[in-house]
């Protein structure tokens, strides 16, 4: 293929829009279920469960999101490594769109009984496997459209700056509807953010289609046409079990280091909700106003820090801002336990500080580590795992010990620092590790 025809496929720019615009909507549509469960959830779903245990069974329709993420990492990995990117990447978008729509039309438990929550976490679950399969292609079809090996980390922090773009879109929402009386609230305000998704998802939907197929997948689908051509071609196995056989290691590594980006995000912006209206009872529009300011700071962090990184290096980057993290948490509660607007939002934005910096170079850095050929299922399968394990049990682990170390913040903020510390240690690993990986993948081709 001439170098004319190949610089002709990447589109750069509108690549970087679409994963922009595509996983805005994805988080969005996730974000707004994090919030409903941290507010209403519990009292329309669970209500033969009050206070802590209610609290508690929302949150786990929360974590059922995230068990079922790494099933969406495997199924879209395939389709995105063996099929398309962009087929795998519409498919998601309509997925996600869909359900939150019919999470937005659900009956709750006063109208259809016990019937109301297992419909919750079917849905749920639907939504899991399609973010699950979202996160990767969205990286992926703007890192891989650069033309220039040396931006690829930065065009991948467009798919990353879509989450706190969704979570200022979600928090606005709901800031809107929680202004109503309560009663009006828990009767249909809660609805509306749902509902709003359907309008978002043809948005999408359209940018989305407009895209190019991946140029590095093509590339790839070319040589293995090629190779079937040859009779003595051998037939390539399933890239999750090429992953799972040629580097554990790696795969494990990529794993720890997604671990702050989702684990503390999740800490900051889901538990602290229920932290600081149920245990510190500050109001909830005080709260709601706090993430707003911090997601719009982490908005601006992400490109910044992208572009630092690959000024001073992505992995000196990585190292240096996780081992920050690891002493964040401190700050935070001291301000947060202060209680007012400003200090709150100092408090929380400390931390996100240090959490969006991370989150915006790490997909890069870690997509890196795996070709082409599998490079969809390795990152998601890396990222997703980590959510299922770290970013859906997060919330939970943090009511516990906010329970049961009531007036005592520093439970949490040890558990915060171990968040840190795992991946800051991941992270120093992988640099070397992601040599010796790329190796065993290259061994088990030529075998």
């Known amino acids: 293929m001439s170098s004319t025809t190949a610089t002709r496929r990447h589109q750069p720019v509108r690549a970087s829009l679409a994963a922009f615009v595509g996983t805005m909507i994805e988080w969005y549509d996730f974000y707004i279920y994090a919030t409903a469960a941290a507010l209403v959830f519990g009292k329309l779903f669970f209500p033969t469960t009050t206070g802590f245990y209610g609290t508690l069974a929302s949150f786990g329709t929360f974590a059922v999101g995230f068990f079922a ?3 969406g990492g495997a199924v879209f990995g395939y389709i995105g490594d063996r099929i398309g990117r962009k087929k795998s990447l519409v498919v998601t978008l309509l997925m996600m769109g869909t359900v939150t729509v019919l999470i937005g039309l659900l009956p709750t438990y006063a109208s259809i009984g016990v019937w109301a929550p297992v419909a919750l976490v079917a849905l749920r679950f639907i939504q899991g496997i399609a973010v699950g399969g979202e996160w990767g292609g969205a990286v992926l079809m703007a890192s891989e459209h650069s033309p220039d090996q040396s931006r690829r980390t930065f065009l991948a922090s467009f798919a990353q700056l879509g989450s706190p773009a969704g979570l200022i879109l979600a928090t606005l929402m709901f800031k809107l509807v929680s202004s109503l009386d309560n009663e009006v609230f828990l009767d249909w305000g809660w609805r509306v953010p749902f509902l709003l998704s359907a309008v978002l998802l043809a948005v999408g939907f359209a940018i989305r289609l407009s895209v190019n197929e991946s140029p590095d997948f ?3 689908q070319a040589r293995r046409e090629q190779a079937a051509r040859n009779t003595q071609a051998k037939r390539e196995s399933a890239p999750l ?11 494990a590594l990529a794993i720890g280091a997604n671990v702050l980006g989702i684990a503390g995000f999740y800490f900051t912006n889901t538990f602290m909700l229920v932290y600081t209206t149920q245990y510190l009872h500050l109001q909830r529009g005080l709260v709601l106003n706090c993430l707003l300011v911090v997601s719009v700071m982490q908005f601006f962090i992400t490109p910044l820090s992208a572009h630092i990184a690959r000024k001073v290096g992505n ?4 190292v240096l801002v996780s081992a920050l993290s690891i002493l964040s948490p401190y700050i935070m509660f001291s301000l947060v336990d202060i209680g007012s607007l400003t200090a709150v939002t100092l408090g929380v934005g400390v931390a996100i500080l240090f959490i969006g910096a991370y989150y915006a170079v790490i997909a890069g850095f870690v997509s890196e580590a795996f070709p082409t050929r599998v490079r969809y299922t390795g990152i998601s399968m890396a990222y997703q795992v980590s959510g299922a394990i770290f970013g859906g049990l997060t919330p939970l682990l943090g009511t516990v010990l906010a329970e049961k170390f009531q007036g005592h913040w520093w439970p ?3 558990l915060f620092s171990a968040i840190s510390l795992l991946s800051m240690l991941c992270v120093s690993r992988l640099g070397a590790q992601r040599q010796a990986g790329a190796a065993a993948f290259k061994l088990q081709q030529e075998a």
Do not use: T
């Not at 992953?243 to 554990?248: N, T």
């Not at 992995?315 to 990585?318: A, E, G, M, S």
């Open 412 to 414: 949490l903020a040890l």
């Open 218 to 220: 093509l590339d790839e």
């Open 315 to 318: 992995h000196r980057f990585l």
């Open 69 to 71: 993420r790494p099933l």
């Open 241 to 251: 079990a090429e992953v799972f056989k040629s580097a554990p290691g790696l795969l």
